[in-house]
């Protein structure tokens, strides 16, 4: 695997630190946030003085049971190409639910959910990353996650499950130190344990961010200081191997260009342990996706009712290549995350076998992320509404799961407050009415029109 060295990541808040941090090799900038036609001017610079960008993608949502969209594939592909990316990097997730597979409505989390560690689970996802393989012009690593929940009746540990993957499909890893960490506390999964059944050689590169502790709950925020248990589980993944990159993640809460520096100096101490061999681990595929000659780890027993030898190859050579086989596996896995997602967005039962208590906390911190992201994403609405903004973005949300993305959640949202007449005073209620018509539209206002309105609100503000 290419060598990265040390690297942040790159968000249009902290742009001109990061060009200003020393010693930054690379960075890492979430694709759905960049158009390949329209780099940001700060990306541009970065890539004239040589420093590799690599785009981070949230929104495919390999682990779920769809198919990758097409499109979401495309654009990936684009932006990695517009880049000059050496590689793309999505997560071991799954980010929405139901659909035709289950015969009920679409329901999006807004957030990264856990999959669970099953043998159907895994069979959807390797299908999934081969889709995604195919349809990159870059090698692909997927990142683990940080979880609240625990999936009842799991065939296998994290590491496991993740070794599985690699000698089936040959993708490379991302490992969240971060992470680890969270699913310590929140799940009780030893990190070291974890460490050892990975694949460490098929590492791409490592993230490293900060989080917060509440109530005994773990929140992986990226607002905070990198903690030091969170170097320590980087310290003893050194230990093992030398891993091509390693990254600090920073995505709200932007210190001062000195903390970042002296964050980065951090990591780069826990980098200096020594290195020791780990015996018994194996190579993974080849870097390019191949899956020819790949050795397979050590796997899990299976249970004695687990039926026929799924890994018994099929003509083609691998038992997950496509076919139907993998049907039943997909309709299985649908009908389980569509339960779980609406227990945390739609105000369903709690699924057989989860913890009730750990659902809701997880359910607050799904809709709390939704009111922020639409804050960001449609500024103008906490402007607009002022202090009584999360209050009523949270009322609304309760009952009306997102369903597209965050700026159609923001319309509707918008549309739900007009249509119950709020907010109460007029002049807020006029301005929200604008800002709604103007995006809400069959096409954008005529630059006159924008004029008025823009004169119109100035007025009213006074």
Not at 3 to 17: C, K, M, Q, S
Not at 189 to 198: I, K, V
Not at 225 to 236: F, N, T
Not at 241 to 258: A, K
Request: charged fraction near 25%.
């Amino acid at each position: 695997m290419e060598r990265l060295g040390t690297g942040i990541g790159w968000r249009p808040e902290t742009a001109d630190a990061v060009e200003r941090l020393p010693g930054i090799d690379w960075v890492e900038a979430v694709a759905e946030n960049i158009c390949p036609g329209h780099l940001p001017d700060s990306l541009l610079r970065l890539r004239a003085r040589g420093t590799r960008v690599i785009p981070h993608g949230v929104s495919l949502g390999l682990g779920g049971a769809d198919r990758p969209d097409e499109g979401r594939l495309a654009d990936l592909a684009a932006t990695a190409d517009a880049l000059g990316a050496p590689l793309v990097t999505e997560h071991i997730a799954f980010v929405r639910a139901g659909g035709p597979l289950t015969a009920s409505p679409r329901l999006e989390a807004g957030h990264l959910l856990p999959v669970p560690r099953t043998w159907d689970a895994l069979d959807v996802l390797c299908e999934n990353v081969r889709v995604a393989q195919d349809s990159l012009p870059v090698p692909l690593a997927l990142e683990n996650i940080a979880a609240l929940v625990n999936w009842p009746d799991e065939d296998m540990t994290e590491g496991q499950f993740l070794a599985e993957l690699v000698s089936r499909t040959g993708v490379r890893l991302l490992i969240d130190v971060a992470n680890l960490h969270t699913n310590h506390v929140n799940r009780g999964e030893d990190p070291s344990a974890a460490l050892d059944e990975l694949p460490v050689e098929a590492i791409a590169y490592v993230h490293v961010a900060g989080g917060v502790e509440k109530d005994g709950v773990w929140h992986d925020t990226h607002a905070h200081p990198v903690s030091r248990p969170v170097l320590d589980i980087l310290s003893d993944l050194r230990s093992r191997t030398d891993p091509p990159g390693v990254l600090l993640e920073r995505d709200d809460n932007f210190p001062p260009l000195e903390e970042l520096a002296g964050e980065l100096t951090r990591i780069r101490t826990a980098l200096a342990a020594p290195r020791r061999l780990t015996p018994g681990r194996r190579a993974p595929g080849p870097p390019d996706g191949g899956r020819a000659g790949a050795p397979a780890p050590l796997r899990p027993a299976r249970a004695a009712d687990a039926g026929p030898d799924r890994d018994a190859p099929d003509e083609g050579g691998a038992r997950d290549g496509g076919g139907p086989e993998c049907a039943p596996a997909r309709t299985r896995l649908a009908l389980a995350q569509t339960a779980l997602l609406s227990a945390l967005v739609a105000g369903a039962p709690a699924p057989a076998g989860f913890d009730a208590a750990r659902l809701r906390v997880q359910s607050r911190a799904l809709a709390g992320k939704r009111a922020d992201v639409v804050a960001k994403v449609a500024p103008e609405l906490p402007e607009i509404l002022g202090s009584g903004y999360r209050a009523a973005f949270l009322a609304y949300a309760a009952s009306r799961p997102m369903t597209s993305g965050h700026r159609r959640d923001a319309l509707d949202f918008a549309e739900h407050l007009l249509a119950t007449g709020r907010p109460g005073n007029d002049a807020a209620r006029r301005l929200l009415t604008h800002w709604w018509q103007d995006r809400a539209a069959p096409r954008p206002p005529r630059r006159t029109t924008r004029f008025v309105r823009a004169a119109r609100a100035a007025l009213l503000r006074k």
